[in-house]
């Protein structure tokens, strides 16, 4: 055997060449081209928004790209279904853990392939089969248990392990580690390596650093819909690939900092102990201050801001807002008080998504204007309007309705239902999450600004920058308890991630 | 809007042609029965609407029309069987019988969280169970009473012996106007669209949203106890199977006229549109006249049997929502085509 001094390229299996996807007012993807190996590991990273979802939509067959070509082993293909791109040997595994709850884990690993005989579903060659799948990713649990009752973890591997009944030749995974633990997530990362020693290809949807390093072969950037570099996995450093992803100094998009200061406490938490926990938590926050929340996905967080929004009232503890006693039964009791809260997920809980701009902007506050007895339609549009040009949202009109809007836009919608009240303290859960770049610059700039008017805020975020970028001061949580309070200038992403991860 | 207009169009379209078969369908004793049949589904119509619109339903209001009927005349029927009080005596106690099983309902779905299907499932049948206990099974007949006028009175005789205008078609007119101000202009309107719409998104707005959800549930058997008055004073007797059905009538009425079943879309002129399809469809199955002649040279009568009716009624019910999801489709692909011509 000769001995070969320059890597051997293994050959194509996939490439998407000049992939180009509009959707009613955003180009989601524009000319992107992407080239997968055999056997290899391709990371594809890119902030919130940037088409990564939507290029993995097209790859599996969910959505027709309206330019641009796909070539499986070199040969052009039209992905023209989920059905037909799992048959192309190309499998994707949600971030959103799509298991039917009710099944057990073989029931699942089957869905919609279960083996028949004499026309009835083999239950015995599907468990056998199963066992033996679950065996590859390592999973040692019963193929009889119900899907429910898995942990995030092992329904992540279930997933995997229905990927690879499918003899799957790509496997797109998208942020897999989101909600796994440590250990789990390790796991996770040996498959990985087993399924490239296979000569499976695999897609790696990630913002975290390591697990790329760690993992890929190569690196591909999407922002805003294009590509914006490729490289292998030697060249791929941290701050390379965070500057291609944002193509900015971080700097920039948030508000300079300032120094605050103020001991006037404004809300306070005493000893709340949220339902489903066992630690009470405690802490102050003062006025016109910004009030960061770190923690992993699973921490408390949002818990924690719907029982001070009176959407699960606490089992226990009391609160204090300014100087009398507030314990919301309801939304409605806190949004009386002053205390707003923007939800993590807008869609379901923030906007009537068939409902117009200013409709939306003004539903809590509707119900106030006067005279009672008579909708004022124009007072209305006057008021989302006001909105509209302070938020800088992205309309037609105030009488556009807000499902047809982009995520970033709609954002702004819920921020602007609220800003039309009096606001005494905001909170704000993921207040950026699926928001594009520029809005996200412009949604911390009016964080900003609204501090600076005097008005509190607790802003909820899982993006390290945020907190950072943003806060006056952090609180970590973990496993639904605080584990530290810090003022912004003694707390380091290091001692964040630490604290949040746990020792 | 589109909907409501492209029914509006179909409704015009269909008297027309029932107007070329049978020129009597336009006749001034036809359009009395016609306007006062429309009336009495649409005052029911409107009720319902009001509870789909905010994302649920009211499958009850047929039973609450059966017992209000049998209420009124057990109470104040001076025939056998009825216990010869006043006539307001009756209709108040059937009015707020009514209003209590609204109120009961709306308990159910909002306080305990059970299912809107369920509940007014369950009341479909147990409502009616005790009107058939009440009567014992049997029909009683408002008789001698003056009961019947409140159906077949109105204003506006100009020399026909009816009125053109009867009391049902007025009180649907009032329920109307009471319909267009509450839906659209109130704040209370704007909460039901809001939580049919995202009843979590409501919620988390600070909306009352079971107060008002509740208040669906009331207004709903309360339009079906007004209905049920007029119904029984119409028929002039109570039986056991007065208003069966009835609940399903108005559900099509409001869908055909553009309610959707999923909440949160709808408009008081939609459910007029759609109860006059229903009604004139009913109508016009017994109006329609086709003469023609046979090869012999005798002429000869095209009738269709009332037999047809559910035939008819659920063909319309399906054409109209195929015809609003087709549009639908054309709206979306024409727009994402506008689109797409304008990115690129």
Known sequence: METDTTPIIPPLILSMRGITKRYPGVVALADVSLDLHHGQVLAVMGENGAGKSTLMKILSGAAAPDQGVIALDGKPTVLHSITYARKRGIALVHQELMLAGNLDIAGNIFLGAEPRRWGFIDRRTMHRESRELLDRVGLQISTRRTAKLLTAGQMQLVEIARVLSHDARIVILDEPTSSLSHSESEQLFRIIEQLKSRGISVIYISHRMEEVQRLADSVMVLRDGRNVGSMDRASATREKIVSMMVGRELNNWFPPPRRFSSDKVIFQSQDIRVVGTKKPVSFDVMEGEILGFAGLVGAGRTELVETIFGITPPISGHARLGESQFCPATPRDAIRRGIYLTPEDRKRNGLVLGMSVAKNISLPDVGSYRPRWLLRRRFEEKVATRQIERLNIKTPSARQIVGMLSGGTQQKVVLGKWLAMRPKLLLLDEPTRGVDVGAKAEIYRQIRELADAGITIILVSSEMEEILGMSDRVVIMRDRAIVGIFPRDKVTQEIIATKMIGE | ?344
């Not at chain 2, 006043?86 to 009514?98: C, E, R």
């Not at chain 2, 099974?137 to 205008?165: D, K, M």
């Open chain 2, 1 to 344: 809007m589109r909907r409501e207009l492209g029914m509006a169009v179909a409704v015009v379209v269909i008297c027309a042609f029932l107007f070329y078969s049978n020129h009597h369908f336009l006749g001034v004793p036809n359009m009395i029965d016609v306007l006062r049949d429309i009336g009495m589904l649409g005052i029911l119509a409107i009720g319902s609407s009001l509870v789909i619109i905010t994302g649920g339903i009211d499958l009850s209001v047929g039973a609450i029309v059966c017992l209000t009927g049998v209420l009124i005349a057990k109470i104040s029927s001076p025939s056998t069987g009825g216990l010869h009080y006043p006539l307001w005596i009756g209709i108040s106690v059937a009015m707020g019988v009514a209003l209590l099983i609204g109120l009961f309902q709306g308990f159910l779905v909002t306080r305990v969280g059970l299912q809107p299907f369920i509940v007014t499932l369950g009341g479909l049948m147990w409502i009616r169970g005790i009107a058939k206990v009440i009567i014992h099974g049997r029909t009683i007949s408002f008789g001698g009473s003056g009961f019947s006028s409140l159906a077949n009175h109105g204003v506006l005789y100009l020399g026909h012996h009816e009125a053109i205008l009867s009391f049902p078609f007025l009180a649907f007119i009032a329920a109307v106007l009471l319909g267009i101000y509450v839906l659209h202009m109130t704040v209370f309107g704007r909460y039901l669209f809001a939580i049919g719409g995202n009843r979590d998104a409501a919620y988390y707005s600070g909306l009352p949203v079971r107060r008002v959800e509740l208040s669906a549930y009331v207004i709903s058997a309360a339009t079906a106890g007004i209905a049920g008055i007029f119904y029984a004073s119409f028929i002039q007797n109570a039986g056991p199977n007065v208003g069966h059905g009835y609940e399903l009538y108005a559900i099509a009425a409001a869908v055909i006229g553009g309610v959707s079943l999923r909440g949160g879309e709808g408009t008081i002129v939609g459910v007029i549109i759609g109860t006059s399809m229903m009604e004139v469809i009913n109508n016009g199955i017994t109006m329609f006249h086709w003469h023609y002649r046979s090869a012999t040279g005798h002429r000869h009568t095209f009738h269709l049997g009332t037999h047809w009716q559910d035939f008819i009624t659920g063909a319309v019910i399906l054409l109209a929502v195929i015809f609003d999801q087709i549009s639908h489709m054309l709206a979306r692909r024409k727009r994402l085509k506008s689109q797409a011509a304008k990115t690129s």
